[in-house]
């Protein structure tokens, strides 16, 4: 008999891990997948243009919650969630990493007595003011069935009493980027179209609330990425640009390209090519790992610290001298070794699919 899961989704990573397991979940014929998007996301460039690459399916549900505080946003989806899941009757409730669609799907669900799913399980910065580390935290402890990236994430687990139905599959996103690199390089055309040479360009993403709620370290890191030997293009996440025009940060450096945030095709191309890239984001850095590409994270702290272990990222903070420091160690290397495996072997949707089905 089918079973049928809801999956929720709701921000611009969630899309392109969600793509990955419903690819395996649609080669299953035991399972059903209803789609539910919150609506955390909602601009063209953050929701939909993944849909159109990646070939996830239109989410039969789009409860249009849009931005707003973190109560009143958290609230809003766990109730059209709830009343989706008392719709639906689904035997489990997947959720994916870290936002708030994950926290108030996996609310909604286990309120309701429904067996919960949680994809990137384990993962701690063990910085509980980062909104999403209360979200990991919250969901991995009433999670039923936990599929971790790595042993470390089993064994954050292990230390926070969360032992059984953890299962260590790898991380959904190398999945991702094994299936789409071919494409991204047959189909993107970011690198004419901005009249960049490979390894000629810096790359930079910054959303995280530490950095972009904080005037001080916002202009620091600019002013760090201004002060670097290339060009440094910046592909701006909607709430940094409200606050860079909000605090009047200087963003005006010679050597810095803005951008609208790209879809997917483009970001891995242009993270491929580029020299190094500069980020706050959790995704990115394993990305640049899997792409080889050197990272240098704009965060004291990070959860993926396999790639800090093997020498591959570094963590500087917002601070503009660390920040050109890491910049000029990584130029001064000879090799960079990319052979380990920090983060399983890119075959993790379907080892989630069939541990579900068995
Ligand atoms: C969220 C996640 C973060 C994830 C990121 C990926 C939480 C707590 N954080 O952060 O873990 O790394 O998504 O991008 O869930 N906005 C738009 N258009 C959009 C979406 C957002 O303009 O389509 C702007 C709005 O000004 C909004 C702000 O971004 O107020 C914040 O958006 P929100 O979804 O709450 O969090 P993110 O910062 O995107």
């Given at each position: 008999m089918n079973r049928k899961i809801v999956t929720i989704?709701?921000?611009?990573?969630?899309f392109i891990k969600a793509a990955c397991v419903s690819r395996a979940i649609a080669k299953s014929d035991q399972i059903e997948e209803v789609l539910v998007h919150t609506g955390q996301h909602y601009d063209y460039n953050?929701?939909?243009v993944f849909f159109n690459?990646?070939?996830l399916a239109e989410p039969k549900y789009n409860l249009e919650v849009g931005s707003g505080a973190h109560g009143k946003q958290t609230g809003l989806m766990m109730e059209r969630i709830e009343a989706t899941l008392l719709q639906e009757k689904p035997d489990m409730v997947m959720v994916y990493g870290d936002t708030n669609s994950t926290l108030a799907g996996a609310l909604a669900a286990k309120k309701l007595n429904i067996s919960l799913i949680h994809v990137?399980?384990?993962?701690r910065s063990f910085n509980r003011r980062m909104?999403?580390?209360i979200n990991r935290v919250v969901v991995d402890n009433i999670s039923d069935i936990l599929f971790c990236p790595s042993d470390l994430a089993v064994f954050n687990l292990s230390k926070e009493g969360v032992k059984s139905g953890v299962h260590d599959v790898g991380d959904v996103m190398y999945d991702s980027i094994r299936y789409n690199i071919k494409k991204a390089k047959q189909q993107s055309d970011v690198l004419d179209r901005m009249g960049l040479q490979s390894y000629s360009y810096y790359m930079a993403t910054i959303h995280r609330p530490e950095n972009t709620d904080d005037r001080v370290k916002l202009q620091n890191i600019f002013d760090a990425l201004g002060k670097l030997d290339k060009t440094v293009i910046i592909?701006?996440?909607p709430r940094t640009l409200d606050v860079v025009e909000e605090y009047g940060i200087e963003t005006n450096m010679d050597n810095t390209i803005f951008d609208e945030p790209l879809d997917y095709y483009d970001t891995l191309v242009l993270l491929l090519n580029a020299k190094m890239v500069f980020t706050d984001s959790g995704g990115m850095q394993k990305e640049a790992y899997y792409l080889k590409t050197n990272c240098v994270t704009l965060r004291d702290e990070t959860e993926w610290r396999g790639t800090v272990a093997l020498g591959r990222n570094i963590l500087v903070g917002a601070d503009s001298e660390k920040i050109i420091s890491a910049c000029e160690k990584f130029k001064s290397e000879i090799t960079s070794d990319y052979s380990a495996t920090p983060y399983g072997t890119g075959n993790a949707s379907e080892k989630i699919i069939d541990i579900l089905v068995n």
């Open positions: 989704v709701g921000a611009r990573p969630q953050m929701s939909q690459q990646l070939g990137e399980a384990g993962v909104p999403e580390e592909p701006m996440h």
